[in-house]
C-alpha cells in the first residue's frame, strides 16, 4: 500500500520568512495530493492540493509543486504570518476517476511555528 | 458553507463497552470516510462507504467495528467492545462524487474517544 513520508517534523520560522514541507509518496498510482493544516483540538482543514497532471499549483501565499518521477510534493508558504502556525499535513491518494473512493494516506505532519 | 458535524464531541467508556460515533456528511455527498487520530500521531485510515456498502477497510478495522447508514443523513461508527488501543480521535469526511474535479474530503471535527 502507500507510505507517504512527511519532513520536517517541526519547523520554526519567524514570521515574514517563507516555509517549505517536503513529502514523498511510494505508490506510482497516486495522483491526488492535499494538504491539510490542523490547529489544536480542531479538524483537517484543505488549504491546497495537486493533481498528478500538474506541476504546481499556487493559491496567494501558498503553493505546491509536484515530482512524479521522483515521487515527492512540496508545500511552500512566503511571507508568513502567526496564524499560519498549526500542524500540517500532506496526503496520497487514487482518487481520480467515476468510482475513485480512494482513502487518503497522510504523512505524519509538521508543526510549523512562526516566531513573531 | 455546509460543514461535516460529529457527536458527541467527547466520549469517555469503560473498557468493553460499546460506542457509537455519530456523522452528519454534507447533504449531497456521497462517499464516506472515518479516520482516527491517536494523540500525537498522523491520521489513520479506517473505513470508506458507497451506496451503503463499505469499499474498503484498513486492517485497523477489525470485526470489533462496523459502520451504518441508518437514515438518509446519518452516517455511524461503532466499536463493539472497546479496548484502551482505541483511545483516539475519530474523524468522520463525506466527499461529494468520484470524479476528478470533487477529489476534496471534507473532515468533521472529531469525537474524542477516551476508554478507561
Known amino acids: 500500500g502507500e507510505n507517504v513520508e512527511q519532513h520536517p517534523s517541526t519547523l520554526s520560522v519567524q514570521e515574514g520568512d517563507s516555509a517549505v514541507i517536503k513529502c514523498t509518496y511510494s505508490?506510482?498510482?497516486?495522483?491526488?495530493f492535499p494538504w491539510y493544516k490542523q490547529e489544536l483540538g480542531k479538524r483537517p482543514q484543505l488549504i491546497i492540493d495537486?493533481?498528478?497532471?500538474?506541476g504546481e499549483k499556487k493559491d496567494q501565499r501558498i503553493a505546491v509543486t509536484l515530482n512524479k518521477t521522483a515521487k515527492h510534493f512540496s508545500l511552500h508558504i512566503t511571507e508568513t504570518q502567526p496564524e499560519d502556525s498549526a500542524v500540517y499535513f500532506c496526503a496520497a491518494s487514487t482518487a481520480l476517476g467515476y468510482f475513485g473512493n480512494e482513502k487518503l494516506t497522510f504523512g505524519t505532519g509538521t508543526r510549523l511555528t512562526i516566531i513573531p | 458553507e455546509p460543514e461535516v458535524t460529529q457527536t458527541p464531541s467527547h466520549q469517555v467508556t469503560q473498557m468493553g463497552q460499546e460506542v457509537i460515533l455519530r456523522c452528519v456528511p454534507i447533504?449531497?455527498?456521497?462517499?464516506f470516510y472515518w479516520y482516527r487520530q491517536i494523540l500525537g500521531q498522523k491520521v489513520e485510515f479506517l473505513v470508506s462507504f458507497y451506496n451503503n456498502e463499505i469499499s474498503e477497510k484498513s486492517e485497523i478495522f477489525d470485526d470489533q467495528f462496523s459502520v451504518e447508514r441508518p437514515d438518509g443523513s446519518n452516517f455511524t461508527l461503532k466499536i463493539r467492545s472497546t479496548k484502551l488501543e482505541d483511545s483516539a480521535m475519530y474523524f468522520c469526511?463525506?466527499?461529494?462524487?468520484?470524479?476528478?474535479?470533487?477529489?476534496?474530503?471534507?473532515f468533521g471535527p472529531g469525537t474524542r474517544l477516551t476508554v478507561l
Open positions: 495537486i493533481r498528478s497532471n500538474v
Open positions: 505508490d506510482s498510482a497516486s495522483n491526488y
Open positions: 469526511a463525506s466527499r461529494r462524487t468520484g470524479t476528478s474535479d470533487t477529489d476534496t474530503q471534507y
Open positions: 447533504s449531497n455527498h456521497l462517499y
